[in-house]
């Protein structure tokens, strides 16, 4: 999987459980939403986005943006 598809999969993912709590419980829970989507808009202009960061940081993303799920394996 590439990161591009896994910060959709995270970002949507995000947006319709804060959807959801928000018709749930307590409309404070857009904040939740939003927040995703000023995330994607700052990740655009700044190249700064933290799954991916933490991703790099437990070398599961190699230089080409590919995930690998666990970390890479030796000698591969």
């Known amino acids: 999987m590439k990161i591009d598809?896994?910060?959709r999969l995270l970002a949507g993912?995000?947006?319709l459980l804060g959807t959801a709590l928000a018709y749930f419980v307590s409309?404070?829970?857009?904040l939740l939403p939003a927040f995703a989507g000023v995330n994607l808009i700052q990740?655009?202009?700044?190249?700064?986005?933290?799954?991916?960061l933490l991703l790099a940081k437990l070398g599961w993303l190699d230089e080409?943006?590919?995930?690998?799920?666990g970390g890479r394996k030796p000698g591969a």
């Open 64 to 69: 080409a943006g590919r995930i690998h799920w």
């Open 27 to 30: 409309q404070w829970w857009l």
């Open 5 to 7: 598809s896994l910060i």
């Open 13 to 15: 993912t995000v947006v």
């Open 43 to 52: 990740s655009v202009f700044t190249g700064f986005c933290p799954p991916s």
